[in-house]
């Protein structure tokens, strides 16, 4: 990891960027996908799952079959720690639906919201060297709880060229309609525009590598929305004297391991621990099954030390992390002056890694600084609201003249008509 220390805020977006990789180059690769799926369907899909996955698919959907025998496959211990997560989730997630609730803006005038949920949903699991089955309890959860009526979920083979048994447990543990063995751009692709096999959605989830979020992002421009762009993981550690080296370099190196393209920023005012939290990345880094990933991501990340806990909190927003974690003695003045972050972990005994599993809050969140202006995947992400007025005769008596003035003004004429001649007609009925 690059040490800095205490750079100039000038430096700070160069020292903060991601590491990333030609988007011209990358945007011509999904157009060039997304013109096959709609031309070729499903023969597209498995062209590209062969140029990408090395791996050769006769069939694309799962069967129930298949998802059953799956269940057999896995430990007790492992179902059970799966159901306790799924509880927590979905405890967490239920508590956020909102109730309806009439608002009166003008006497005889009643505005509210009715929230609906997203008929069809398109849920992407990365599954290649890192299945990561948790992401399905993350979607699956509040998109049922949402009420969504069909739910697809897309995942790469491994490199047996089969999902992973426990994505399939999970998916059936949430309740998922289709489960089909397709990944990267094509499965974006292949949600959005629909192929023989795999049903186009409304609105797709779920986090990838910087392929599939540019695929993402395109499909936002065609008309399917996005949960956000989750790309490659990222965490920025926050500590003080009071944080233990150990517990740091164990949450640095749990986000490098995801992928190569991860970035991972430790921000200190406590000189001292900058020798420390390097020392114990290398101890823990060699006992690593996935060193190698991690220690290509440790290149992109850096060490910065700065001069107080207010410079940090500073540079903190700046970055926008995807997950913040908060080891620090003031505590308080940390959670008040956070602005931008997906996740935020706060604690020496809050590891990033039970939002990623079962502390019951989501692990789908914005990447890339997106943090700024985006929130994490929630009930809310699976919904839509729909607008509701009504007005009485006494209410457009009231509001009526205020209307006209307005449209008048806008000299939309037919606008202000629509009232007029309604108020002419509740006038008369007065007269008389």
Known sequence: MQVIKYPDKKDWKAILSRPLIDNDDLEDVVNQIFKEIKVGGDQALKKYTWQFDKIKIDKLEITQKEIDKAEELLSSELKDALLVA?????????????????????????????????????????????????????????????????????????????????????????????????????????????????????????????????????????GVAIDMPAGPSEVLVLADESANPEFIASDLLSQAEHGADSQVIFVTWEESLVKEVQLAVDRQLNKLSRKEIAEQALQNSKIILVSSLDEALDLSNEYGPEHLIISVKDEGKCVDNILNAGSVFLGNYTPESAGDYASGTNHTLPTNGFAKSFSGVCLESFMKSISFQKISEKGLLELGPVIEVMAKAEQLDAHCNAVSVRLQKLREEVKG
């Open 86 to 222: 799924a509880n927590n989730i979905k405890k967490f997630h239920a508590a956020q639906f909102q109730k309806t609730e009439v608002i009166e803006t003008t006497k005889g005038v009643e505005c509210w919201r009715k929230a609906t949920p997203i008929e069809r949903v398109g849920l992407y699991v990365p599954g290649g060297s890192a299945p990561l089955f948790s992401t399905v309890l993350m979607l699956g959860i509040p998109a049922k709880l949402a009420a969504c009526k069909e739910i697809v979920l897309c995942t790469p083979p491994g490199k047996d060229g089969k999902i992973d048994p426990a994505i399939l447990y999970a998916s059936k543990l949430v309740g998922v309609d289709k489960v089909f063995c397709v990944g990267g751009i094509q499965a974006i692709g292949a949600m959005a525009f629909g192929t023989e096999s795999i049903p186009n959605v409304y609105k797709i989830f779920g986090p990838g590598n910087q392929f599939v979020t540019a695929a993402k992002q395109r499909v936002s421009k065609l």
